[in-house]
């Protein structure tokens, strides 16, 4: 069956970096648009970043915006973020998923298939 699944995350101290990636099986990514999401304790999922199917259109929220970068690679059916300069605010769980809106004009409205999420816990 069709699966996104994440990995990487891991505790780091303020500072540090960090690369996550998300493993489709069961199905090809080559069309699809792509986006990263995270979720604090205590509050609402928030998407970070997306990217186009071709990767040529890249979005990010204004908090990640200049330390992370999202990349694909559709020979092995993964998407990655590479996450520098980390700091506590980042500490979420991280989440892919299929970005409905193509990742054409920003971050995604619309999603479709969602990973489990891989936890990331960034230390003052």
């Known amino acids: 069956q069709a699966q996104l699944v994440e990995s990487g995350g891991n505790l780091v101290h303020t500072g540090e970096s960090l690369r996550l990636s998300c493993e489709a099986s069961?199905?090809?990514?080559?069309?699809?648009?792509m986006s990263w999401f995270r979720q604090a304790p205590g509050k609402d999922r928030e998407a970070v970043a997306c990217?186009?199917?071709?990767?040529?259109?890249?979005y990010y929220s204004g908090a990640v915006r200049g330390r992370f970068t999202i990349s694909r690679d559709n020979g092995k059916n993964t998407v990655y973020l590479k996450m520098d300069s980390l700091k506590p605010d980042d500490t979420a769980v991280y989440y892919c998923?299929?970005?409905?809106?193509?990742?054409?004009?920003?971050?995604?409205?619309?999603?479709?298939?969602w990973g489990q999420g891989t936890q990331v816990i960034v230390s003052s």
């Open positions: 990217i186009s199917a071709g990767g040529g259109s890249k």
């Open positions: 069961g199905f090809s990514l080559d069309y699809y648009a």
């Open positions: 998923a299929v970005d409905l809106d193509g990742c054409s004009r920003g971050l995604p409205r619309e999603t479709g298939r």
